[in-house]
C-alpha cells in the first residue's frame, strides 16, 4: 500500500453507462466497468497511450501498478465517504477520496 507519487494526481470518474475515466497520474484513461451482487465489481485494464513521464517521480511505476490493481479488483465498499476497492483476497488495493 502507497500513497500517490507527490505532484501527481490519480483520479476516477464513474459514468452512468458503465465507463469510468480519470488519469493514473501521467496518462488519461477510459475503460469499462461492471457493478454485481454482493459489493462485486469489475473492471477492463485501461489501454493508454504511450506517453511516457518524466517526473514527478516514480509516476509510470505508480500508473502501472494503478492500472493492474483496477484489473485486480473484486469487491467495492463505501466508508466514510471513501469508495474503497479490494481484492479477491479482500485486502484493500485502492482508496479513493470524494473530489
Not at 500500500?1 to 493514473?24: C, D, I, P, Q, Y
Not at 485494464?45 to 492500472?67: I, K, T
Not at 473484486?74 to 482508496?95: A, H, M, P, V, W
Request: proline residues 4%; charged residues 20%.
Amino acid at each position: 500500500w502507497t500513497k500517490v507519487a507527490e505532484g501527481s494526481t490519480v483520479t476516477a470518474t464513474f459514468l452512468n453507462e458503465g465507463r469510468v475515466t480519470g488519469s493514473g497520474g501521467c496518462n488519461g484513461y477510459s475503460t469499462d466497468f461492471q457493478l454485481g451482487n454482493e459489493s462485486r465489481i469489475w473492471f477492463r485494464r485501461p489501454a493508454v497511450p504511450d506517453h511516457l513521464c518524466q517526473s514527478p517521480n516514480g509516476v509510470m511505476n505508480q500508473e502501472s501498478a494503478y492500472f493492474t490493481d483496477l484489473s485486480w479488483a473484486e469487491t467495492y465498499s463505501i466508508t466514510n465517504g471513501q469508495l474503497l476497492i479490494f481484492d479477491k483476497n479482500s485486502r484493500k488495493i485502492l482508496q479513493f477520496d470524494p473530489a
